[in-house]
């Protein structure tokens, strides 16, 4: 198994067991084929679409891997993630938005296993933009109505309320409990106009109870569908014909 492995290689790995297991001449000859059989698997990996990339990606894998087995599995998996790369082309996804995502994604990471990781999530962000706005959208306006209701109902009877003149008219007051959306990363908190927020933001108006949070909007969706599925409510959607 060590045959055609270059004497610096397999004198590296010979010290390598020796060093991982003195005394234990067993477990040594074990490191040694298995490390033979990395290096060799190494030799004959088929880098294919990836072959103008095979000497920076081996180069990686030897900077951040000691030992062959590691060396191997690394190179595999960022050969098998180019490929992937490359292929990655999915018909709901606009070709220039696909492009843009892996472009970013190329130049935040060396690794073509991170990209891919990246384009992933980027390709998942996107259809699950697409499918907030086809289920919120045509039903934002009656989400929109029953969260003001439901968040102008609020009532703190430990508020001392006077009027403009100073003049005491009682315990207690109502008022509006504020909103906070998530758009473009960025918390904003609001009591009122929303229309300016497409419907992923709208989605993620919450509540802020100190350490705790209710996603009223998520749960004014879920009660939609309840009214509809189990009381056979027809509520109409923005876009649809009387």
Known sequence: MTQDIPSEVLNGIRRAAKTDWPGDQEMQQHVIDSESEAYHALQALDFGEALPFKQAILDEASQYNETWEDRFNAVQSEVEAFAELASLSPDDVPADLLAGIKQRAAAEHDWYSAQLEEVQKGIEGYRYVQRTRAKVGPIRDILVRMESIIGSECYNAN???????????????????PVTYI????????????????????????????????????????????????????????????
């Open 183 to 242: 758009r473009d990363g960025q918390e904003e908190k609001r009591k009122a106009r929303v229309d300016d927020l497409l419907p992923e933001a709208l989605i993620t108006g919450h509540y802020k109870f100190g350490a705790n949070e209710l996603s009223i909007y998520r749960a004014l969706v879920r009660i939609v569908d309840m009214l509809e599925a189990d009381y056979g409510l027809k509520i109409a959607r923005a876009g649809e014909g009387c």
């Open 159 to 177: 508020i001392q309320n006077y009027s403009a003149w100073g003049v005491w008219e009682g315990e207690g007051r109502s008022f509006r409990y």
